[in-house]
């Protein structure tokens, strides 16, 4: 006999940030399509209204959250519209009232501002997105702000950074829900170039680079990323930028605020998890593939920066 779906509640209101509420309603779509059945998803709103996105998407929505079936996962998608005083209040009741008897509330983004005026998140360690997390430290002292991870799960609340952390988080709650095969499939569905783990941050090194690079070296930045690779010197780089490798080791330093060698490293190690968590393939071959000229250097070097072994850090967050 199978089980009967997991029930879950998208609350939206005017003014909804659209991919935070439509990337985790195909992923669990996606999941339907792996595992015939396991979800039953409702896009519900406090006063059952058509509404306009952020996007002035129009929305219809299934019904109001107090006329839903029992949820067993209640998820709030940030947007502008909850930052509206009104919204912010009739939102705020309406998970006070129904959170506590889920089995999971989510967050995703700046759904916070509707999640943390009921108090339930007080004394949690949480994410949202970078760009409001100050804000939100100021306006929730109770709450244990992290701006730097995807997501956060702490007991049976979940929050999330911002837009494409929709998708993150909605595979996490589908791996525990139905395990990796069927997470896994998911991710593959959607086109996620790799299923990220809640403690990665929500600025991969390379981004961290290109962003700091400026005009001077934004092509250098790129240049570099795509061949991690050969062989990186400071002579053949700064040839790359018409400098001498004295002017570019010190221009370098200066916009980075650390030297090719460091950098080049972290964005090799950066480009090492990935590999880890993508394929099957053996540590030797990853550290080839990402520039290091001997397995046991790349180890050490991963370890150091990671406090985990390649081998350790891949079983831990391929299965998380």
């Known amino acids: 006999m199978n089980s009967p779906p997991i029930r879950i509640a998208l609350l939206a209101y005017p003014g909804v940030q659209t991919l935070d509420l439509v990337g985790p309603l195909d992923a669990f779509d996606a999941a339907n399509g792996v595992q015939a059945g396991a979800y039953a998803v409702a896009t519900v709103t406090v006063d059952g ?10 929305i219809t929505p299934d019904c109001t959250l107090d006329e839903t079936a029992p949820i067993d996962t209640l998820i709030v ?3 502008a519209g909850l930052r509206v005083p009104a919204v912010t209040a009739a939102v705020s009741a309406a998970i006070a009232r129904h959170a506590p008897r889920c089995r999971r509330v989510v967050s995703i983004c700046t759904g916070i501002y509707g999640v943390a ?19 939100v430290t100021r306006r929730f002292p109770a709450l244990a702000v992290d701006c730097d991870k995807i997501y956060i799960q702490q007991g049976c609340f979940y929050t999330a950074a911002g837009v494409s952390a929709a998708i993150d988080v909605s595979l996490a709650l589908i791996q525990e829900d139905y395990g990796s095969r069927v997470s896994l499939a998911v991710a593959r569905e959607l086109v996620v170039y790799i299923k990220r783990s809640g403690g990665q941050r929500q600025f991969s090194v390379p ?43 010190r221009r370098f330093n200066e916009t980075f605020g650390q ?16 590999h880890l968590l993508e394929t099957n393939a053996p540590i030797e071959s990853i550290a080839v593939a990402v520039g290091f000229r001997s397995d046991d250097v790349f180890r050490r070097a991963f370890d150091r920066r990671f406090g985990l072994t390649p081998t350790e850090y891949r079983a831990r967050f391929f299965a998380e």
């Not at 005026?117 to 804000?135: E, F, I, K, Q």
């Open 117 to 135: 005026p009921t108090g339930l998140l007080d004394g949690c360690r949480v994410t949202t997105h970078w760009r409001h997390a100050a804000d």
């Open 259 to 274: 030297s090719p060698a460091e950098l080049i490293q972290a964005l090799r190690l950066d480009a090492a998890r990935d």
């Open 77 to 79: 998608p940030g947007g």
């Open 49 to 58: 209204e058509p509404f306009l996105s952020e996007s002035r998407l129009k």
């Open 207 to 249: 981004l961290q680079f290109q962003v700091k690079a400026g005009d001077r070296f934004a092509d250098l930045a790129a240049w570099i990323v795509a061949h991690l690779r050969e062989e990186l010197t400071v002579e053949g780089l700064a040839a790359r930028v018409s400098l001498s490798a004295r002017q570019f080791t």
